[in-house]
């Protein structure tokens, strides 16, 4: 088992940061080796006249991926030892619509006008000013874009199960998409001369094969789920139940959540349409086939707290969890009624008497969940 | 292609593997993929605490990097691109003082271009937390939905402008 800087927090570590280095390096080197030091080079993708860019990219992300999946099925890699990015709708749509712009008019991109800058483009250093400019204007204007930072928050979310996949089907289709993106570029760069094509593809055939054969082998592996957890003995599952070590209370959750220092991730077993109508901030929600599957990453979190409207059905699962070796699952205990009752009711319609410190802690954990950015549907009880 | 052949770049296919195996080398080691905008705003943000340390100490973003923004694993891996770079144009003799553009396009143009392109590039990588490395190429392998997002917006993006601003490659 490899255990990366990131899962020991070792990120701003000297050997950590020797690593980046390091890294940097190869990766400088492989962009100005792909032909990224050119400006003209890079654009070509947006005129159809080098599709290098496609190329690069598409091969890179399905040999990083396909890897990656290889490493965690034969367990060499923890899914949670990896900084998983997270997505917010709103300000990856907008932000992916400018940096496009900026890209397709400056011709360059932060990490390739790196590489451009040393190999004596001017133009990619004038770009790098200007995406410093843009970053320090970022931050200047941070005040007024914050809510549209956070727009659209919805947590670690995962492609293939968005699509009711699962990783290996997805990495499979995505590798032939590549396979295809990859044929379709080589003639749209001789303007679909098949001959010509086939005379200088030697290489791809052999690529393409390669990358198809892994990701059908990697696919067909059986996930670890339930090798790496082990199961748990039903005597030991009815003890949990018996000494009430399966929930947690809300008020128990939003002071854990508040305080932030345990590793926490909220199950919203719910359906879709509940869920995005209001949800616990960072709660995430799966399609009911791929909840296991989708919750390997947070085998090693503190805390997985399933919630629904009452108990019955997180219930359930929590069962099917602790039968996969998940000894981190709990069930809110009232459920989300008895969230809303306990933490996100406002003092002023509280009947019981409450001490000023009560009050205070209340309006702290409404502001966390309702009034912070990453609430969503916070029209929920503010007035 | 000619150009490709005359420039004596890597199969495309080959530098993508490369690539990838790097980023895999990163998850595995530093538990993070590749990046390379948040370098370089860390940069930006050191520059600023040169010139008014006051002022961007309390800034609400750059703010919260603290008094030494550049001690962060981005910003080694940016240096680390910069000699990666720098050594493989070298080896591969392809190294020029030029700025790339069309016969009849003028270099101030030019330049003035990749200053604005730069800065909506630069706050747009803000924003989206990541850029072309940290959201489209590591959030893509990662098979992160919001990433596989950014990726398709970048290319909607990219060619919608692009059109308007063919004149500065070709004439």
Redesign the interface.
Known sequence: MIETFFAADLLNSSPALFSAFILGIAFGWCLEQAGFGSSKRLTGIFYFRDMSVMKVMFSAVITAMLGLLLLSRVGLVKPDSIFLPETIFGAQIIGGLLFGFGFAVGGWCPGTAAVGAVSGKFDAIVFLIGAMIGSMAFSESFVWLESYYNSGASGIRLVYAELGMSAGQFALALTGVAVFAFWISELIEVRFNFSKVAEKAHGLWIFSMTALIVATAVSAMPARSVAVGGRTEQKEIMAAIYEARDHITPVELAREMVVGQKKIVCVDVRSSDEYHEWHIPGARNFPPESIIAGLELYRNHDRIVLYSNGMVHPAQIWVLLKMNGFDNAFVLSEGLTGFREDVLKPVALRIEPLSAEQKNEIEKWRSFFLTSANAVGSNLYVR | ?S??NS?N??????????????????????????G??GG??R???W??LCVAPDH?LK????GAWGEDPL????V??????????????LV?R????????GLSFGLYN??W??????????????????????????????????????????????????YF??R???D
């Open positions: 292609m150009e490709e420039k770049y890597l199969n495309p296919y080959l530098a993508g593997f490369l690539l990838g195996m790097t980023l895999l080398a990163s998850f595995v080691v530093l538990g993070t993929g590749l390379a905008s370089l705003a940069i930006s943000a520059c600023g961007f800034s609400a973003y750059f001690n962060y694993y981005l080694f891996m940016f240096a680390g691109v910069m000699v990666g770079g720098f050594v493989s144009a591969s392809r190294i020029s003082i030029e700025a790339e553009r030019r330049l271009l990749a200053l604005g392109g730069g800065v909506a590039a630069g706050f747009a990588s803000r924003l989206a937390r990541g850029c072309t490395s940290g959201q489209a190429l590591t959030g893509t392998a990662l098979m992160m939905t919001g990433s596989v997002v950014f990726l398709l917006c970048v290319f909607a993006g990219g060619y919608l402008a692009a601003f063919r500065q490659w070709y």
